[in-house]
């Protein structure tokens, strides 16, 4: 029932709807911009690839563009508040100036002749046309388009860990298992603490006014943390196109996977102290760190496995094979749900997804079809693809878009030196302490190359756009932004340049079919002797191969329709294990004929020959032996 004492009732109810379509404009408009610059980057990729042009990667683009996309903006922005002036409206006989920011929707004009009362009422349609309607949009747009780690933590990052974890080289990852774990978990702490202290020692020389109040320790470790977190996107990606040395790549690649995981639940950790940040030292609070951050890192690795295998199970037991567009479905909605899970349940979903990708990637594909496999594969890598050039975009966009930035020109140059120490302090000491143990070493040209590729990403941007509360915060915001700015654009575009000048050789390519020789030989019965000198020529270890013959002899039989059949892996099961057994295991059991399994036999004759030759072991000199003169290479299946 409307108010006929109230003419401005009608005009109340239109201005919400008013801002609500103005709201709406402007996201589409910036969504508009952020597509417009993929498309751009995606152009421009394709140039680079027919051109062969490897010095800038599609990061240190969308980067670029993303830099030059703000700028514009702000300086449509400031072009538009220049030529403006204030405007004067007059309402009721009272004259009031108002701005951009308080321009009225409605008007009342009143004409008194003395016996007669005459008001109307006006109001005005938006257009872009005038000076400050533009304003306010090109204001509202620089807001719109400011990083928000909500939907880069739930939305843009998921897909991209999760590609690095399906994507992985199993095989090289855990040759190289102990040396990644040892500089992603003791690596990212010594990191962490030495760009603490270096940062801490700056701050109480009061070179700079306020940052020795505004940054105790607790602040500074807060940033020691989330700036360990390494993205070598650009390195990796130059390092699969010139083929470079599995094992580096390996090392590089599952450094960087594991250490975003690591840093995110340190940072999460210390932020468990900031009770006990004013007093010198707490155990409690401590111990307190060390229990979350366990309790955190394995919690989600908790979740992420059993997700996979509950896929696994699922795919093995159903017939969702006939129908690819159920199983592509099913198979991304467990992957991300993975991640909310872990996030539900307290703990990282950064960690939970990237152990599910691993775990789908060994026992869920196996059972997927093949148009389901070219399916899952094409569908992450492209939104693993989007997402990433998302987000360097949107960095890119920030530089220019948002107001809050604090610059401290000492702090930032005093921050490139932290992390420089830091990164010494990580790779040098710790491949020492590697070589020491390993029959496959670490030579100094890849510990280099391992140092110079420590480039900062978009989980330090994250999460230092997440909690920017407070001058120091916003400082470490800053500074966070100027590292990734220079670290992808350098550091990413001199790759090439280095691996020249360290003599790292590229182009090896390695033999596609060496995987399922290992596989072949896990499930036969080797002897001690023999797997000794397997563990020579592989590098996988005792350990590496006790648990392939354990995964092939019951687990692969459990969660997937290959290998032997669930009822045969374990008799002992009875009824349950003929049970577990899928129609897909006993039809893929009978496929293979006699002559299939003479085939098998003799391959798996012939590749024993081939790793176990009657001449004594040659011992693998370095990580950089795998296409030397003379070293013993598996030959593949014909």
Same mark, same amino acid.
């Given at each position: 029932?409307?108010?006929?004492?109230?003419?401005?009732?009608?005009?109340?109810?239109?201005?919400?709807d008013t801002h609500a379509r103005v709201s709406k404009r402007i996201t589409s408009i910036s969504y508009i911009v952020i597509i417009l610059?993929?498309?751009?980057?995606?152009?421009?990729?394709?140039?680079?690839?027919?051109?062969?042009?490897?010095?800038?990667?599609?990061?240190?683009?969308?980067?670029?563009?993303?830099?030059?996309?703000?700028?514009?903006?702000?300086?449509?922005?400031?072009?538009?508040?220049?030529?403006?002036?204030?405007?004067?409206?007059?309402?009721?006989?009272?004259?009031?100036?108002?701005?951009?920011?308080?321009?009225?929707?409605?008007?009342?004009?009143?004409?008194?002749?003395?016996?007669?009362?005459?008001?109307?009422?006006?109001?005005?349609?938006?257009?872009?046309?005038?000076?400050?309607?533009?304003?306010?949009?090109?204001?509202?747009?620089?807001?719109?388009?400011?990083?928000?780690?909500?939907?880069?933590?739930?939305?843009?990052?998921?897909?991209?860990?999760?590609?690095?974890?399906?994507?992985?080289?199993?095989?090289?990852?855990?040759? /190289?298992?102990?040396?990644? *774990?040892?500089?992603?978990?003791? %690596?990212?702490?010594?990191?962490?603490? &030495? @760009? !603490?202290? $270096?940062?801490?020692?700056?701050?109480?020389?009061?070179?700079?006014?306020?940052?020795?109040?505004?940054?105790?320790?607790?602040?500074?470790?807060?940033?020691?943390?989330?700036?360990?977190?390494?993205?070598?996107?650009?390195?990796?990606?130059?390092?699969?196109?010139? /083929?470079?040395?599995?094992? *580096?790549?390996?090392?590089?690649? %599952?450094?960087?996977?594991?250490?975003? &995981? @690591? !840093?995110? $639940?340190?940072?999460?950790?210390?932020?468990?102290?900031?009770?006990?940040?004013?007093?010198?030292?707490?155990?409690?609070?401590?111990?307190?760190?060390?229990?979350?951050?366990?309790?955190?890192?394995?919690?989600?690795?908790?979740?992420?496995?059993?997700?996979?295998?509950?896929?696994?199970?699922?795919?093995?037991?159903?017939?969702?094979?006939?129908?690819?567009?159920?199983?592509?479905?099913?198979?991304?909605?467990?992957?991300?749900?993975?991640?909310?899970?872990?996030?539900?349940?307290?703990?990282?979903?950064?960690?939970?997804?990237?152990?599910?990708?691993?775990?789908?990637?060994?026992?869920?594909?196996?059972?997927?079809?093949?148009?389901?496999?070219?399916?899952?594969?094409?569908?992450?890598?492209?939104?693993?693809?989007?997402?990433?050039?998302?987000?360097?975009?949107?960095?890119?966009?920030?530089?220019?878009?948002?107001?809050?930035?604090?610059?401290?020109?000492?702090?930032?140059?005093?921050?490139?030196?932290?992390?420089?120490?830091?990164?010494?302090?990580?790779?040098?000491?710790?491949?020492?302490?590697?070589?020491?143990?390993?029959?496959?070493?670490?030579?100094?040209?890849?510990?280099?190359?391992?140092?110079?590729?420590?480039?900062?990403?978009?989980?330090?941007?994250?999460?230092?756009?997440?909690?920017?509360?407070?001058?120091?915060?916003?400082?470490?915001?800053?500074?966070?932004?100027?590292?990734?700015?220079?670290?992808?654009?350098?550091?990413?575009?001199?790759?090439?340049?280095?691996?020249?000048?360290?003599?790292?050789?590229?182009?090896?390519?390695?033999?596609?079919?060496?995987?399922?020789?290992?596989?072949?030989?896990?499930?036969?019965?080797?002897?001690?002797?023999?797997?000794?000198?397997?563990?020579?020529?592989?590098?996988?270890?005792?350990?590496?191969?006790?648990?392939?013959?354990?995964?092939?002899?019951?687990?692969?039989?459990?969660?997937?329709?290959?290998?032997?059949?669930?009822?045969?892996?374990?008799?002992?099961?009875?009824?349950?294990?003929?049970?577990?057994?899928?129609?897909?295991?006993?039809?893929?059991?009978?496929?293979?004929?006699?002559?299939?399994?003479?085939?098998?036999?003799d391959n798996f004759n012939r590749d024993t020959e081939a790793i176990l030759p009657d001449q004594p072991t040659v011992r693998n000199p370095?990580?950089?032996?795998?296409?030397?003169?003379?070293?013993?290479?598996?030959?593949?299946?014909?």
């Amino acid at each position: 029932m409307k108010d006929p004492s109230n003419p401005y009732e009608d005009f109340e109810e239109n201005e919400g709807d008013t801002h609500a379509r103005v709201s709406k404009r402007i996201t589409s408009i910036s969504y508009i911009v952020i597509i417009l610059l993929l498309v751009l980057n995606v152009c421009t990729i394709w140039i680079f690839k027919q051109k062969r042009f490897r010095f800038l990667h599609e990061s240190g683009l969308s980067l670029l563009y993303g830099v030059v996309a703000g700028l514009i903006i702000k300086l449509v922005g400031v072009s538009i508040a220049e030529v403006h002036s204030p405007s004067v409206g007059v309402c009721n006989d009272v004259t009031y100036n108002y701005s951009t920011n308080t321009l009225p929707y409605y008007l009342t004009t009143e004409f008194n002749n003395g016996s007669t009362v005459l008001r109307r009422l006006y109001s005005y349609s938006e257009t872009l046309m005038d000076n400050e309607t533009a304003a306010v949009i090109v204001n509202k747009l620089s807001e719109a388009l400011q990083f928000d780690p909500e939907i880069f933590f739930y939305i843009l990052l998921p897909p991209i860990i999760f590609f690095a974890g399906y994507d992985l080289k199993k095989k090289h990852f855990f040759r /190289n298992m102990g040396s990644i *774990l040892m500089f992603a978990f003791v %690596g990212t702490t010594i990191s962490a603490f &030495a @760009v !603490a202290a $270096v940062m801490w020692l700056y701050c109480q020389t009061g070179l700079e006014e306020g940052l020795k109040d505004q940054f105790i320790f607790f602040e500074c470790l807060l940033f020691g943390s989330l700036i360990s977190a390494t993205d070598p996107v650009t390195v990796l990606a130059i390092f699969a196109e010139l /083929n470079v040395d599995v094992d *580096l790549y390996a090392l590089i690649f %599952g450094e960087s996977v594991m250490n975003d &995981a @690591v !840093a995110i $639940v340190l940072f999460e950790s210390v932020l468990i102290y900031a009770p006990y940040k004013n007093a010198k030292f707490s155990a409690v609070g401590f111990l307190s760190c060390v229990g979350q951050f366990c309790l955190t890192f394995f919690g989600s690795f908790a979740i992420g496995t059993l997700v996979g295998l509950l896929t696994a199970f699922i795919t093995k037991l159903t017939r969702l094979c006939d129908y690819p567009v159920l199983e592509t479905s099913l198979f991304f909605l467990m992957s991300y749900s993975s991640f909310l899970i872990s996030e539900a349940a307290g703990f990282t979903g950064i960690v939970g997804i990237l152990f599910c990708a691993i775990t789908q990637a060994h026992y869920t594909s196996r059972n997927l079809s093949e148009d389901s496999k070219k399916r899952v594969f094409e569908l992450f890598e492209t939104l693993n693809f989007l997402a990433e050039n998302f987000v360097f975009s949107y960095i890119g966009l920030f530089l220019f878009t948002y107001d809050g930035l604090i610059w401290r020109p000492g702090f930032i140059v005093c921050s490139f030196l932290a992390i420089g120490i830091a990164r010494m302090l990580n790779v040098f000491p710790l491949s020492a302490i590697l070589n020491i143990g390993l029959r496959t070493k670490i030579p100094c040209k890849f510990q280099l190359m391992m140092w110079w590729a420590g480039l900062r990403g978009a989980i330090a941007f994250a999460l230092a756009a997440e909690y920017s509360e407070g001058d120091a915060r916003r400082i470490i915001l800053t500074t966070t932004l100027v590292i990734v700015l220079a670290t992808v654009l350098v550091n990413g575009s001199a790759t090439t340049a280095v691996l020249e000048l360290l003599r790292i050789r590229v182009g090896i390519v390695e033999d596609a079919e060496t995987d399922h020789i290992i596989n072949q030989l896990a499930q036969k019965n080797i002897g001690d002797e023999d797997l000794y000198r397997l563990q020579e020529q592989t590098g996988l270890g005792e350990i590496g191969w006790r648990f392939l013959k354990t995964d092939y002899s019951y687990l692969v039989p459990l969660f997937t329709i290959e290998g032997q059949t669930t009822a045969e892996a374990f008799p002992w099961c009875g009824v349950v294990g003929r049970w577990l057994t899928s129609d897909r295991q006993v039809e893929r059991q009978e496929s293979i004929g006699d002559d299939d399994v003479s085939i098998l036999e003799d391959n798996f004759n012939r590749d024993t020959e081939a790793i176990l030759p009657d001449q004594p072991t040659v011992r693998n000199p370095g990580i950089q032996s795998t296409a030397e003169p003379g070293d013993i290479t598996l030959d593949p299946l014909e």
